[in-house]
């Protein structure tokens, strides 16, 4: 039967993560922006009639990576509050630098600046939570990127908004004029219980049980969180989420480093999806999570990078690594969080917890043709055993060649498409002069 396609895409090895096998000389085929077959290129190249045919002799061509929590409008602050705790860092550097600087322009070119950085490193979807929606969904729509707009909520004013109801009015229109634009979903994101009261948390699950919406919310990232609630209400944050109603599906937990035994089997009864961000975490000092622990009680994780002002990068293939590693050190357990689960993490972990599992993070058809090729030819990536551990302890975001989202190609030979890497320094320069002088 022959089957009609835009562009049919031949590769060394196709990963699809889901089902999971590694298909040597393999191919997938592509229309409308969406995965119309795949299989091994000897029976499908044949039945394949494309008006574009790439080969990647030597790549694995896999499910577009999914940053699953990003505070991408911060991307103009990359080095500028480094080696600080948590509460010192958000105190004394980037409270006021936002308080400084917070604008549509920063967020717009921060964000473009954050996309471009993602899209190189085989991202193709993102999960947002920063002031100014509209600015940051303008710069992703520009770069061709997926993302799930965070519509920030918190108690106290920013140069976006007065207080909690103002936040959230002002979120809400965003989501009406943004409507119906391609590859863009919405969360509701209030930024944590200890920025966040009771009142506001009952509006959030209001809101979000009418208008269908996930909420995606920092959640016992640091001993300090924990320690504020008990003082302040006498419960420990998740409980206190609990009491007003927050835990269930619809829930993403963010860091979550902090949880003991029952409170793990509290988020796992509830279908409550978690988010770790490895580098942020253990760059300030907030601990290590207990991933195994996680996936041992069956929770939906993702991968994030979080903002460049806590980890310096937007590199889902540092994250894959570093968590790996954590948790067989953490565990001492070498078997723990294997190449293969991982690499999940990055790519249907994230897509699930978002609650896009159905449309992106693996290859099948009928879903958008979110691919990445990683080019595994260089020297120090030989010898090659095991492509899937290559990806996940060798190859980094540089061996990223080649992106699709929705079939259009952003990434190729390394080369961003739809933006100019020389203006986008420039651009990085001006506001770091800017920033600098005050």
């Given at each position: 039967m022959e089957i009609v396609a835009d562009e049919l895409i031949e590769a060394r090895w196709l990963l699809p993560v889901q089902p999971w096998s590694l298909i040597e000389h393999g191919a997938v085929a592509v229309r409308d922006g969406r995965i119309v077959a795949l299989g091994a290129a000897a029976e499908l190249s044949p039945q394949v009639v494309a008006a574009r045919h790439t080969r990647l002799p030597a790549h694995v061509l896999m499910p577009g990576l999914v940053n699953a929590h990003a505070h991408v409008g911060m991307t103009l602050l990359r080095g500028y509050a480094d080696d600080l705790p948590l509460m010192r860092w958000l105190h004394e550097r980037v409270w006021p630098a936002e308080s400084r600087w917070l604008a549509p322009d920063f967020v717009r070119d921060s964000t473009r600046l954050g996309c471009a950085e993602?899209?190189?490193?085989?991202?193709?979807?993102?999960?947002?939570?920063?002031?100014?929606?509209?600015?940051?969904?303008?710069?992703?729509?520009?770069?061709?990127?997926?993302?799930?707009?965070?519509?920030?909520?918190?108690e106290?004013?920013?140069?976006?908004?007065?207080?909690?109801?103002?936040?959230?009015?002002?979120?809400?229109?965003?989501?009406?004029?943004?409507?119906?634009?391609?590859?863009?979903?919405?969360?509701?994101?209030?930024?944590?219980?200890?920025?966040?009261?009771?009142?506001?948390?009952?509006?959030?699950?209001?809101?979000?049980?009418?208008?269908?919406?996930?909420?995606?919310?920092?959640?016992?990232?640091?001993?300090?969180?924990?320690?504020?609630?008990?003082?302040?209400?006498?419960?420990?944050?998740?409980?206190?989420?609990?009491?007003?109603?927050?835990?269930g599906p619809e829930l993403i937990g963010v860091h979550a480093v902090h949880l003991l035994d029952e409170e793990i089997g509290m988020l796992a009864e509830h279908g409550v999806a978690l988010v770790h961000c490895p580098t942020s975490n253990l760059k300030l000092g907030s601990g290590i999570a207990r991933l195994g622990?996680?996936?041992?009680?069956?929770?939906?994780?993702?991968?994030?990078?979080?903002?460049?002002?806590?980890?310096?990068?937007?590199?889902?293939?540092?994250?894959?690594?570093?968590?790996?590693?954590?948790?067989?050190?953490?565990?001492?357990d070498a078997a723990m969080l294997p190449a293969r689960q991982a690499l999940h993490l990055a790519t249907l972990g994230g897509a699930m917890a978002l609650g896009l599992g159905e449309q992106t993070g693996s290859l099948e058809p009928g879903k958008a043709a979110d691919l990445i090729a990683v080019d595994l030819a260089a020297a120090h990536l030989q010898p090659l055993y095991d492509p899937i551990s290559q990806l996940v302890y060798c190859a980094d975001r540089e061996q990223v060649s080649d992106v699709w989202v929705g079939g259009e190609r952003r990434v190729a030979s390394g080369c961003l498409q739809n933006d100019d890497e020389a203006e986008l320094r420039a651009l990085a320069v001006d506001w770091q002069l800017r920033i600098a002088s005050g």
């Open positions: 993602m899209l190189r490193a085989g991202i193709t979807t993102f999960s947002d939570m920063y002031f100014f929606p509209d600015a940051a969904i303008a710069a992703a729509q520009r770069c061709g990127m997926r993302m799930v707009a965070g519509l920030p909520v918190l106290f004013a920013t140069a976006y908004a007065r207080d909690a109801a103002a936040y959230l009015h002002a979120g809400l229109a965003a989501r009406d004029r943004w409507a119906g634009a391609p590859g863009l979903h919405f969360t509701l994101a209030p930024h944590a219980p200890y920025t966040v009261s009771d009142d506001t948390f009952g509006r959030i699950a209001t809101f979000a049980a009418q208008l269908d919406l996930r909420v995606h919310v920092h959640l016992h990232e640091t001993r300090d969180e924990i320690e504020q609630g008990l003082a302040q209400s006498g419960e420990r944050p998740l409980a206190r989420l609990r009491r007003l109603g927050l835990l622990d996680w996936l041992a009680a069956g929770l939906t994780v993702g991968l994030g990078s979080d903002s460049v002002v806590s980890n310096n990068r937007h590199d889902l293939f540092a994250e894959m690594r570093l968590a790996a590693l954590l948790a067989k050190g953490s565990s001492g």
